[in-house]
């Protein structure tokens, strides 16, 4: 059975998306057979692994609201071990369209629920809030990867997150866990980054990533190729990063390959 790990932080740009594309696509390299679902209604992570947003027909969206036929949704990409539950801009009418609906918290839960048994890893990239879409992927998830950006605002929200999380533990999701802290857009030159890794680490001790993902420009580069970066330079230091979290988190949850 795989195990569901959401990408959460209500708080923009600290490298969900990023996250979210490059780890799947390192788990799925180190032969993890990994699914990614997009749900962010920007659909950032269905054209950063090669699929364009404009021609998808059957979403996440679709599965969620109109209970679509989740494995028709699903898309392979060029990276083997990777599939893609794309997004698309419908998603921003879902919270809407779902407040009705019956058990609206649980309808991602549904659809991950149907493909679990066939990959190691699911993936979710949430969007930048602690909306239902969101509060859907908590539901859905057996843990939670908290990104966090080497700067000056980085515990900002951080307290609101955890409370929602807790909620979610007690209402909805009692089995949630955090997977983990992942520090991003670290900058070894600013000292600035060096006080923000030494101050969630104080804070948060063990829940924090060995792991640091440093500020790259092959990261940057990577989405308007639409590949993930460990398929446009696997070299680079921000493959590099990913590839040692995935199996961090591999190491983590027993599924470490041998002589890998």
Do not use: W
């Not at 407040?99 to 309808?107: D, G, S, V, W, Y």
């Amino acid at each position: 059975m795989g195990k569901i790990i959401a990408i959460a932080n209500q708080k923009g740009g600290v490298g969900k998306t990023t996250t979210a594309m490059n780890l799947a696509a390192s788990l799925a390299v180190l032969e993890f057979k990994t699914l990614v679902i997009d749900a962010d209604p920007q659909a950032n992570t269905t054209s950063g692994v090669g699929h364009d947003p404009k021609s998808i027909e059957n979403s996440i969206y679709e599965c969620m609201v109109e209970e679509a036929e989740v494995r028709e949704c699903i898309k392979q990409t060029e990276i083997p071990n990777l599939d893609l539950i794309p997004s698309h801009i419908d998603l921003v009418g879902a919270e809407v369209e779902m407040i009705n609906l019956e058990n609206r918290e649980e309808k991602m839960k549904q659809v991950a629920d149907q493909v679990k048994d066939d990959y190691d890893f699911i993936i979710i990239d949430c969007s930048p809030s602690l909306g239902l879409i969101t509060i859907n992927a908590l539901t859905a998830a057996d843990s939670v990867i908290i990104p966090v950006q080497c700067e000056y605002f980085a515990l900002e929200g951080l307290g609101k997150l955890l409370n929602t999380i807790k909620i979610i533990q007690t209402r909805l999701n009692p089995k949630l866990e955090i997977e983990g802290i992942l520090l991003t857009m670290y900058d070894v030159r600013l000292r600035l980054s060096n006080q923000v890794v030494e101050e969630v680490r104080v804070h948060f001790k063990n829940m924090v990533f060995s792991t640091i993902i440093p500020r790259n420009v092959k990261l940057s580069e990577a989405p308007s190729y639409g590949l993930p970066v460990v398929a446009f330079d696997a070299t680079s230091k921000g493959a590099v990063a990913y590839l040692n979290l995935a199996n961090e988190i591999a190491e983590k949850n027993g599924k470490a390959k041998v002589n890998q």
